[in-house]
C-alpha cells in the first residue's frame, strides 16, 4: 500500500529522496489493469452505476412533465414533451455522475471518501431531480402558448408566475430530490469501495518493479 499511496492522486515529480514518483499516465494504466482485476460483477457495478442515477433523473423528469402539464392544462404533445424530459435528464446526468465520479476515480484523482458521496448526492438532486424540473418549465410553457390552454402572463411578470406554478411542483417533487440524493451518496460509495479494492489488490506483473526501476 505503501506504493498505492505514492502513486495516487499526485502529479509526476522527484521526492525529497531523489526518487522518481510515478507519472499520471501510468497511474491511470495502474488502476485500469486492476480494475479488470476486480470481478466481473464489481466492475459492471463501476461501469453502469451512472446508468441507474441517468434512469432515476429520466423518471424524475417524466413526473415532473405530468405535473406541470396538469397544472397549465395541456392535454396536446404528449410524446413531444415526454421524450426530452426522459432523455435528456438520463444523457445528462449520466454524463455528469461519469465526468465527476467514475473518471475521477479511475485517474487517481479523488481520493477522499466524503467528496466522492457528496458529489454523488449533488449530481443525483440537481441534475437528476432538480434540472428535470427547470427542464419542464420551457417545454410546457411552450406547449400551453401554443394550445392556449392556460392563459400567460405579459412579460413583466412571467417570473412571478413561473414561481408560483413551480412551488406545488417543487413541493410534491421534495421526495424525488431526496431520494435521488440518497441513490447517488449509495451508488458513489459503492463506487469508491470499489476503488479502495482497487488499490489493495496485488499488481499485475511486474509493473511495480519495472517502475521502481
Not at 500500500?1 to 501510468?26: F, N, T
Not at 419542464?136 to 394550445?147: D, E, V
Not at 482497487?198 to 526501476?213: F, R, T, W
Request: hydrophobic content about 45%; aromatic content about 10%.
Amino acid at each position: 500500500m505503501e506504493m498505492d499511496r505514492k502513486m495516487v492522486g499526485i502529479a509526476p515529480e522527484y521526492s525529497p529522496e531523489g526518487q522518481l514518483q510515478i507519472s499520471k499516465s501510468e497511474i491511470i494504466t495502474l488502476l485500469t489493469e486492476r480494475f479488470m482485476q476486480l470481478p466481473e460483477h464489481e466492475r459492471k457495478l463501476f461501469s453502469y452505476g451512472s446508468l441507474y442515477l441517468g434512469f432515476n433523473g429520466a423518471f424524475s423528469g417524466l413526473i415532473a412533465n405530468s405535473l406541470f402539464r396538469r397544472i397549465l392544462n395541456v392535454t396536446q404533445g404528449r410524446i413531444v414533451s415526454s421524450l426530452p424530459m426522459a432523455v435528456l435528464p438520463f444523457l445528462t446526468t449520466v454524463a455528469a455522475y461519469n465526468s465527476f465520479v467514475c473518471q475521477p476515480l479511475l485517474s487517481g484523482d479523488l481520493n477522499c471518501s466524503t467528496c466522492t458521496v457528496v458529489r454523488g448526492a449533488l449530481i443525483g438532486s440537481v441534475i437528476g431531480g432538480l434540472y428535470p424540473i427547470l427542464l419542464a418549465i420551457p417545454i410546457n410553457g411552450g406547449l400551453a402558448a401554443r394550445y392556449n390552454t392556460n392563459p400567460l402572463p405579459s412579460k413583466e411578470n412571467i417570473v412571478r408566475f413561473w414561481i408560483t406554478i413551480s412551488q406545488p411542483v417543487l413541493r410534491k417533487m421534495a421526495f424525488v430530490l431526496l431520494l435521488q440524493a440518497a441513490f447517488g451518496c449509495y451508488i458513489s460509495s459503492r463506487h469508491y469501495g470499489i476503488y479502495v479494492k482497487m488499490l489493495q489488490l496485488p499488481p499485475a506483473g511486474s509493473d511495480i518493479e519495472e517502475l521502481k526501476n
